[in-house]
């Protein structure tokens, strides 16, 4: 009903930027929790940062001062930017979107981030 697809990955040196998007499409409307979520190899999927319906946005201790998301709702997009970035941010990054109504939520097929010299 939601889908999710995810796009601006890649390979980056330490220290440098990288900016996540992920374009919505299908059913979008009352999306309680808008974000991204990452998984590295061998490690569990964890949050990354996440927008309520209230306005309220948490960051994992890991990425805040450094990683910033936001979103353009006539464009229907959700933007990940990725500052400083560091070898240990590399891992799948993962968009998630969730509806009012149910506990589980939408999950796009990931991107690809490697921070690597």
């Known amino acids: 009903q939601v889908q999710l697809v995810e796009s601006g990955g890649g390979l980056v040196q330490p220290g440098g930027s990288l900016r996540l998007s992920c374009a919505a499409s299908g059913i979008i409307f009352n999306l309680a929790e808008k974000g991204w979520y990452r998984q590295a190899p061998g490690k569990k999927r964890e949050l990354v940062a996440l927008t309520t319906v209230s306005g309220s946005t948490n960051y994992s201790d890991s990425v805040k001062g450094r990683f910033t998301i936001s979103g353009d709702s006539a464009e229907n997009t959700i933007y990940l930017q990725m500052n400083i970035l560091k070898p240990e941010d590399t891992a799948v990054y993962f968009c998630?979107?969730?509806?009012?109504?149910?506990?589980?939520?939408?999950w796009g097929q990931g991107t690809q981030v490697t921070v690597s010299s």
């Open positions: 998630y979107a969730r509806r009012s109504w149910s506990a589980d939520g939408y």
